[in-house]
């Protein structure tokens, strides 16, 4: 009898935690889920074909769209991937190729550097390029963003160097392939899905902040000239709009919202599920 | 004649190569101190930045609760981070209370109970919650979960707890306790994902022992489990602590931003990063002004270094721990 009810308790306490572990999951996901209900909703109306050719109007005006918004944003992510693509991809090879003491502070560095506030890339963005320039700036926000993608291109590359079999490596170099062409044309190429992987993940982080360009891009109402002039973005214009009185404009911060959305978590669920597939293939 | 032209070409191959890697050993250099380089970057550019402010306040900067940055006489501005680094203590302490034990349930499902065919989508979807911009937390924050407060949490919370002083005040939906809640949605992604990655690393031997002796799944986790990857869930809470007190936007949008310290969670308050954005436009050539904001960039690079840096060795430390007791 005592054993039985010994054996229900420990059951029943099983099935409890379980039922709690279920539910905090389940729990997590309702933000999510309301997050993209509400955006998608709210989001929907904003749509139009003026939305996305047009201009921002003032904020509480009407009409208008985020045509420069967009263009802003993905020019300064292009000019992030300039900088931190090469850079993160080289420290990444340089940290697989030549571990050690050395390479072990350089990952751990970048690691920290990852979780460093975005806003401070922004301050730190200002005091070197803005104030010295004495203008806002796309260019300066794209510098920001680079500074920001460096760190995460080069885990990620290290991470799917680590995942190229020894084998491989010492194959090439045992056919007296010089260490260089080694790693660029043996060791990335074999990466290569998991490095691309990396950098798209990097790209659709970056295209979503806002705090470091605050400080560099600024914001503008208009399509840019040139790199030099202040720009917009699509975060940048979530914000203002978002935190305006205005009904209309809160509409349009939806609809803003909705599409960097789109991009973003679009980019994220193409990207690994197809290095997934990739992945299980090979298994 | 022939033969010389060949030797002549051997020996410039041989020589292209003794310098190739010359070229790559430089990029390689390049690409190692990078990451170096960009830190002490950001150091240099945070002092030289905060300079003005260093030398007009000196310490008593951690310790003035005065935000005056334009004083109505025309004097010097005074200018303290307490009240922002209070809010951020207050905001970061909430979002830890209902993020750490979520993320540890998050991850003890993802790793120990889903069935095999739903964890690769379970994390999945946990990541797309991750990927979330915060400007768009921000967003849904201030239209949907900061009336949603106003109108269903604050009020029974003043009603039944409301002889605490945490929950006296006027309820306005703004303020620390939407803030933390917010902070909680958005770190518990991060904090299970590395709080995942350490348990996926208890050694498999330790579960098998207790599933021998006929343990239930909670008592696996409770006695062979958990104890194992205790350092490294206090590695993931310290992680997730240094992500709360950076996050900026999604914190600004729903804090009301008001220099103040009061124990009431419903007020509105401010944040460190959220000083900093927030009044950025605000400065119009007040250089001391701009400085302190500055200051207090570098008081949260501080912060947010030195916590990323012990959670990062202690994961680090785990790793190579659990590693070692799988090669044995």
Redesign the interface.
Known sequence: MSVLSLRMRKRVTNSLFIGLATFCFLLALVPLAAILYQTIMSGYGALSLDFFTQVTPPIGGAGGGILNAIEGSLVMVAIAALIGTPLGVFTGAYLAEYPGKFAYQVRLLAEVLTGVPSIVTGIVVYVLIVSTQHRFSALSGGIALGFMMIPIVTISTHESLKLVSSSIREGALALGISRAKTTVYVLLSTARSGVITGIALAVARVMGETAPLLFTALGSQFLMTSLNDPAASMTLLIFDFGTSPYENSHVFAWGAALILLVIVLGLNIVVRTASRLKFAATE | MSTSLTTFGKTSRVHK?TR??N??LI??I???I???C??T??LY??F??STDSIRAFGLNFLFNTDWIPNPANGGPPSLGALPAIYGSIVTTAISLLLAV??????A???SE??PKKLR?P?V??????A??????????G???LVPFMRDYINPPLKQFLGFLPLFQGPITGLGMLTAGVILA?MI??YG?SVMREVITAVPRSQREACIALGA????T?RTAVIPFARTGIIAAVV?AL??A?????AVI?VIGNVARISPSLFLPAETI?SV??NE?TEVAGNNVYLAAL?EL?LI??AI??L???A???LV?RLSYKAGRDVSA
């Open positions: 190569r190739r890697p070229l790559f990029l390689l390049i690409a190692a990078a990451i170096p960009i830190t970057i950001y550019a945070l030289i930045g034990p979520i993320s540890l349930g998050v003890l499902f993802q109970l889903a690769v379970s999945f979807m946990i990541e797309l919650l990927a979330v911009p915060s400007v768009v937390y921000g967003l849904w201030l239209l949907f949605i518990i992604p299970s239930t799944n909670w008592e986790i992680l240094g992500r007190i950076g996050e900026t936007m949008m990063p900093i954005a950025f500055f960039g949260l690079f947010a270094f916590m990323n840096l959670g990062r060795v680090s």
